[in-house]
């Protein structure tokens, strides 16, 4: 229960960031004020008939704000329960190949498949935590995976969503995703 209660503080903290608050607006890029062409026109501006009032699109909106949230919730959750896990998996990758050299285990079947099946459990999941802080998400030159693997599950969250699941379950689904992007079998 710790573990929650300091990845909640940490949390609100990143939340808050200067740094956090770049990442958002970092989609949204804006001309320079110099480069911006402006036209004059004699028309009136003024709302048409066809420019009302919809709700759907302020709907559409907060879901926007929503989701962000959510996967950004499900990012730093996986990130964070995968690097607890990494020392765990290490110490055990590095016992059983320290074993291999063992003369009884030499010629183990049993071993070998154990061995062969904690060699790749290690590889999957080194090349997901990889993979996923390669996404740099909050930095100006994040790669583009956060936002091709927002725009492959925003339909099933906004249904959940619609539904009226609760966040967790929601971020719980994007984790698995999350996961289920980097442990494939080769």
């Known amino acids: 229960m710790n573990f929650k209660r300091e990845y909640n503080k940490v949390w609100k903290e990143m939340v808050k960031s200067e740094a956090w608050k770049n990442s958002l607006l970092a989609d949204r890029t804006v001309k320079p004020k110099e480069e911006m062409d402006f036209y004059t026109s004699i028309l ?3 709302i048409g008939r066809e420019d009302s009032y919809n709700p759907l699109m302020e709907e559409e909106v907060a879901f926007e704000e929503k989701y962000n949230t959510l996967v950004s919730r499900a990012y730093f959750k996986i990130i964070a329960e995968a690097e607890k896990a990494d020392h765990r998996l290490k110490k055990e990758y590095e016992e059983w190949n320290a074993k291999k ?3 009884g ?3 183990n079947v049993a071993f070998r498949k ?3 099946l904690i ?5 999957a999941h080194q090349k ?3 993979g996923l802080k390669s996404w740099n998400i909050l930095s100006e030159y994040r790669s583009d995976d956060l936002r091709f693997f927002k725009n492959e599950n925003r339909d099933e969250v906004k249904q959940m969503f619609n539904t009226g699941k609760e966040d967790s379950a929601i971020v719980n689904l994007l984790i698995y995703r999350l996961a289920d992007l980097y442990h494939f079998e080769e």
């Open 44 to 46: 009136d501006a003024g």
């Open 101 to 103: 050299f063992e003369a």
């Open 105 to 107: 285990n030499k010629g």
């Open 114 to 116: 154990q061995l062969n």
């Open 119 to 123: 060699n790749r459990r290690y590889s």
């Open 128 to 130: 997901m935590l990889k």
